[in-house]
């Protein structure tokens, strides 16, 4: 088979994932490595197990593959990627958890400033949100 038409990294490929309905739905993204991948801007990594269970496989390739949707996977179309993934995909989603992380933190002790109450006082949640806030 021609490496042009194996899914791999660095190839733009079309699937149709089956539903066990028998229902299909059409999927497009580029396969790239996975500190590169972007789902929303179309990168799928290749760790990912989509990934894994279409990688060297060819156009009309039928793979067996069990998601909360889909049943099976039809490869459609491969072709080499004409578009670059972001340099910086894997900074921005450690920012992204970052950030997540913080906004648990500060919400876990607004909840336990609410909530608490001893014999030495109470705790104020605006001061923990002002100081949240600075930052």
């Given at each position: 088979?021609?490496?042009?038409?194996?899914?791999?990294?660095?190839?733009?490929?079309?699937?149709?994932l089956v539903e066990p309905s028998g229902e299909a739905d059409n999927l497009a993204?580029?396969?790239?490595?996975?500190?590169?991948?972007?789902?929303?801007?179309?990168?799928?990594?290749?760790?990912?197990?989509?990934?894994?269970?279409?990688?060297?496989?060819?156009?009309?390739?039928?793979?067996?593959?069990?998601?909360?949707?889909?049943?099976?996977v039809r490869i459609l179309s491969v072709q080499r990627s004409t578009v670059k993934p972001p340099a910086d995909a894997a900074t921005q989603r450690e920012a992204a958890m970052r950030k997540a992380e913080a906004e648990i933190q500060r919400r876990s002790a607004i909840t336990f400033a609410s909530s608490y109450s001893s014999k030495w006082g109470d705790y104020d949640p605006k001061g923990v949100e002002k100081w949240e806030d600075e930052e």
């Open positions: 088979m021609d490496e042009l038409l194996k899914v791999q990294v660095g190839r733009h490929v079309e699937v149709e993204f580029d396969i790239v490595a996975d500190k590169q991948a972007d789902f929303k801007l179309g990168f799928l990594g290749e760790g990912t197990p989509l990934a894994r269970a279409i990688l060297g496989k060819g156009v009309g390739d039928e793979v067996s593959y069990q998601a909360e949707v889909a049943i099976k």
